[in-house]
């Protein structure tokens, strides 16, 4: 994320929560008692009788909320703390058209924001000037509705689109989606994540990162407990690695049969006989099949 973006951001998250450092325990004790008689009796007669205009500000921006009365907001002469005031409304109300009403951009953009992800209603985003709060915007909804056209309006966060592809690929574990993400570690984790899902190695084939790739490819083989995923592997140390670790976790005799280098061959049907004595010491009513009595192993037929 670049710099402006980050500043931008915490930007928003303190307009988000108001952005005021308001703490009535400072004001003083006329303040205090004029304040609290204010909000008890909803009088803006009162708030104006507040000496301290933080005070007093905040007092006429909770009437106004809990009364959802915008020309409430219009007696605050802080122009920036007014058009918190008018945010807050509009948010609560979820009427967008009062967003229109901020002229500091960020606070629009907030304004607008929320309302659009709180009715999951992309074309207000569209009404966001800031590019950067306009993107964000795609992005949370996008994601919260796996809505990959509107992940696709996303045009200056570059890890924004590929964070809402990726999120929206994954939940509809949709492989064709990953080629769409840019950055490569992220397109890698899409089609990992889809192949667990869809137990498919073929999808883990698609990753160009070697290292994620056989990641990927033993992790299936050890979730699934079959030696599908081993196939796929084109080093030949590599495959027979795989099929030695899923004979012994399994204890089938006939996968060992698959490594073709000899002294490895007999290694894995040594540990699995091994294994198999260790299960009848530990769990005899749990032996698995090749471990069972009267079952020959293949290597002996």
């Not at 930007?11 to 006329?30: R, Y």
């Amino acid at each position: 994320m670049k710099k402006s973006h980050i500043i931008v951001f915490a930007l928003c998250v303190m307009f988000l929560t108001g952005c005021d450092d308001f703490d009535l325990s400072q004001a003083s004790p006329e303040d205090q008692s004029t304040y609290d008689e204010a909000i008890e009796s909803q009088s803006t007669e009162k708030c104006k009788d507040i000496g301290e205009p933080s005070v007093r500000n905040k007092c006429l921006n909770k009437i106004a909320i809990y009364q959802r009365d915008v020309s409430i907001c219009e007696m605050i002469k802080n122009r920036e703390d007014k058009e918190y005031c008018i945010k807050d409304i509009a948010m609560q109300s979820g009427d967008s058209s009062l967003c229109g009403g901020i002229k500091d951009d960020i606070i629009s953009g907030n304004c607008l924001s929320r309302i659009a992800e709180d009715k999951e209603d992309s074309e207000l985003c569209e009404k966001i000037d800031d590019l950067f709060l306009r993107d964000n915007c795609y992005q949370t909804i996008g994601e919260n509705g796996s809505d990959i056209e509107v992940c696709n309006k996303i045009k200056e966060d570059a890890d924004g689109k590929d964070s809402c592809t990726l999120n929206v690929a994954t939940t509809m574990r949709d492989s064709k989606l990953c080629g769409d993400i840019k950055e490569e570690s992220s397109k890698g984790y899409c089609y990992q994540s889809i192949a667990k899902s869809l137990e498919d190695p073929s999808l883990c084939v698609k990753i160009v990162n070697s290292i994620i790739q056989k990641d990927c490819l033993m992790d299936l083989a050890r979730e699934t407990e079959t030696d599908k995923a081993c196939g796929y592997f084109t080093d030949v140390l590599a495959n027979e690695t795989c099929l030695y670790e899923v004979a012994q976790k399994t204890h089938d005799l006939d996968i060992c049969e698959k490594i073709k280098t000899e002294n490895y061959r007999d290694e894995c049907v040594d540990k699995v006989y091994e294994s198999c004595e260790s299960q009848r010491i530990i769990s005899p009513k749990k032996l698995s099949y090749y471990c069972q009595e009267g079952v020959t192993p293949p290597s002996a037929k």
